[in-house]
Nanobody, 120 residues
């Protein structure tokens, strides 16, 4: 089994910064694509940013230039640096990863989420 555990959420004022981290653990052979999604109250879960093993990134238009995704392949971690935060960034942020398990092939996993609230 594989677990994704997020950390770093909280309350921040508009214009502020926050850094989210996610660690994958368990029966892992290798981790392929990792990324972040978010879900605001009453809305669907949307892509924020993804990053491949090779470092290729993809961002939602709404966060380009403000958010930066990075990863440590050796530690199976992914981070999301969020700058110039806006109230509309308020959401539960979920870590997501495509993981090759030793006995399970390639599967997609979700973390439980961490709440980010942007408010004055």
């Amino acid at each position: 089994q594989v677990q994704l555990v997020e950390s770093g959420g909280g309350l921040v004022q508009p214009g502020g910064s926050l850094r989210l981290s996610c660690a994958a653990s368990g029966s892992i052979f290798s981790v392929a694509r990792m990324g972040w999604y978010r879900q605001a109250p009453g809305s669907q879960r949307d892509l924020v940013a993804t990053i491949t093993t090779g470092g290729r990134t993809n961002y939602a238009d709404s966060v380009k230039g403000r958010f930066s995704v990075s990863r440590d392949n050796a530690k199976n971690t992914v981070s999301l640096q969020m700058n110039s935060l806006k109230p509309e960034d308020t959401a539960v942020y979920y870590c997501n990863a495509d993981v090759y398990g030793y006995n399970a092939g390639l599967k997609n996993y979700w973390g439980k989420g961490t709440l980010v609230t942007v408010s004055s």
